[in-house]
């Protein structure tokens, strides 16, 4: 679930980032150690909404428990195996010969040495795919707004739900596409500006002081650079700095929007299609489970890296980042995500391919509001289930409730039942370490849908080339997540799903605060400690005073 840190609009705050930003910091995010290493913070002695790490693992060492390697599977965009914070926490599949070009495990996947990509094949690897949207839109409007009127009709009267789904997908392609569009166009323009912006500073800092000494320029593109700079004046991530600062991270922050709405000119077209060419599977067949190739990196690797550092990073160098399990978990690399929205038929092969080698716990932050091969995925949940595996999922980043705006893949199969239809599902939305806006404004939520929250903003994590860097999303808050999770089973392998999933909801630390308390089930963020002490009291050697198990009654109701 990518998100730019730019918001596409300026004039709303110049950027998603910044506007954010309470105060301005007075140590530079890259060198601040505390801010690195904020997620793991114990509340009840800092009073910031960390998931106290280090006492989890003191409470379960203090039980005389000895942990186990509990292997978590990163169904995401890919990778950098080899990085320095990771390798060491790397799963290695032991019934394969690395690189001899056979299936020595016989499991149909050649030389899976440290998991799989499902968007690969032996003329490379997807990059840029399709939003959803765009997928429904180019298959269905033949089908129901095609040159036969009377057939139009009858398909529509025959195909309801597909229809339905065709209709809010066009809408939201109609609506999507523009925006994109405009915004490239948007910090495009603005990327040519900064020029003009550098030469209106002459040198001085980014100060409200140099802006309104600026004479009125009569040239209309410094006349518009110079509205941008009174704005970005006031962003405490400019306030301040020299001009060459300025120019530096404008450059930066610009190419990274434009990275980002580039890739909307083939995501929302409805003639480009690169599976074909690339995958070279049958997209259409579901049952069809042999197909990638061995790529764990894949072209642009950026959020899976991050994802895999908070979950099990490890400090090497002058770096002090280390993930939440990192004493104990393994990453498998299950490369589902691309550049657009990952296909369902990828992302139920990819569960069923982490289940099946030894995966106990699938971090999986992706979602898409419609969903073509919903069914397909919901078997491979109930697949994870059956095989006691837990489903970690990010509630996704566009500020709504999910209840109203679905993010597929759910747990729950219609937004009115009662109960998800998996007990082994984890839904999971992003906090701040800001008392007074707990919920990161970017957060969906729910207080039926949305089990917990966690860190999610101004979190520093690996990325491709040996390096680090803070992103935000709910894409960072279900890692943190995931690997709490993997903390609980490593020292309580017998743990299930539902258990664990209890132990995080039942003791997180709880806010009233701006409404946060309804935001979730929870009304809370995890305290991983806290989880550990439940756990162990109520389930740890078979033990079962807990209240969430699923009853026969509800095991009786779930259809495939």
């Known amino acids: ?68 390697t509990v292997v978590v599977g990163v169904l995401d965009s890919g990778v950098q195996v080899d990085h320095p914070g990771l390798v060491k926490n790397l799963w290695s599949n032991p019934n394969e010969v690395p690189g001899n070009g056979k299936d020595d495990d016989g499991n149909g996947y050649i030389d ?110 410094d006349a518009i650079a ?12 400019f306030k301040g700095k020299s001009a060459a600062e300025f120019e530096k991270k404008m450059k930066e922050e610009m190419k990274e929007a434009i990275d980002h709405f580039a890739p909307a000119a083939k995501q929302y077209d409805l003639s480009y299609d690169p599976r074909k060419e690339i995958v070279g599977d049958n997209y259409d067949d579901y049952s069809e489970k042999i197909y990638g190739n061995n790529h764990y990196e894949g072209p642009d690797a950026e959020h899976g890296t991050h994802v895999a550092g908070i979950i099990a990073g490890l400090p090497q160098g002058k770096e002090v980042q280390y993930g939440v399990a990192s004493k104990v978990a393994k990453i498998m690399s299950v490369r589902t995500v691309p550049n657009g929205d990952e296909r369902d038929k990828d992302v139920a092969n990819a569960i069923r391919y982490a289940v099946d080698n030894g995966a106990k716990v699938l971090n999986m932050s992706f979602g898409k509001p419609v969903s073509p091969g919903k069914n397909v995925v919901w078997d491979a949940f109930k697949y994870a289930e059956d095989k006691g595996v837990l489903l970690v999922k990010a509630a996704g980043n566009e500020n709504e409730d999910v209840a109203e705006h679905l993010a597929y893949p759910t747990n729950f199969k219609n937004v009115t039942d009662e109960k998800p239809f998996v007990s082994n599902v984890l839904v999971v939305g992003a906090s701040t370490n800001k008392n007074n806006a707990l919920r990161a404004d970017f957060s969906n939520y729910n207080k039926k849908m949305v089990n917990v929250f966690a860190p ?27 690997g709490g999770a993997a903390v609980l089973l490593a020292y309580m392998p017998d743990l299930k799903p539902y258990q664990i999933i209890e132990a995080l909801v039942k003791s997180s630390n709880p806010s009233t605060a701006d409404g946060f308390g309804d935001q979730s089930q929870a009304g809370g963020v995890i305290d991983l400690k806290k989880a550990a002490e439940y756990a162990y009291t109520n389930f740890y050697k078979g033990k079962t005073t807990g209240t969430t198990k699923p009853s026969k009654s509800v095991k009786k109701a779930v259809k495939k």
């Open 1 to 68: 679930m990518k998100k730019v840190l730019l918001a596409a609009v300026f004039f709303a705050g110049f950027s998603f980032s910044f506007a954010q930003e309470s105060k301005a910091k007075s140590i530079d995010p890259n060198e601040d150690k505390d801010l690195m290493t904020w997620y793991h913070k114990d509340f009840a002695t800092s009073k910031v909404y960390g998931v106290n790490t280090a006492n989890a693992y003191k409470y379960l060492e203090s039980k005389g428990l000895k942990p186990k």
């Open 226 to 237: 110079m509205e941008f700079l009174g704005q970005i004046s006031q962003s405490p991530e």
């Open 112 to 221: 899976d040495v440290h998991g799989w990509n499902f968007i690969g094949g032996k003329n490379g690897d997807i990059d840029i795919d399709n939003m959803e949207v765009t997928r429904v839109v180019a298959k269905y409007k033949p089908v129901f707004e095609g040159d036969d009127s009377t057939k139009n009709k009858a398909n529509q009267a025959k195909m309801k739900e597909e229809f339905e789904m065709y209709m809010k997908a066009k809408d939201m392609f109609n609506k999507k596409s523009i925006e994109a569009k405009q915004n490239f166009q948007t910090y495009s323009m603005l990327n040519e500006l900064i020029p003009n912006m550098v030469k209106l500073l002459a040198g001085k800092p980014v100060t409200a002081e140099t802006i309104a000494a600026i004479k009125a320029p009569t040239d209309q593109r």
């Open 456 to 482: 999610g903003e101004e979190i520093y994590s690996t990325v491709p080339k040996n390096e680090y860097k803070y992103l935000q999303g709910t894409s960072m808050a279900s890692p943190v997540v995931a």
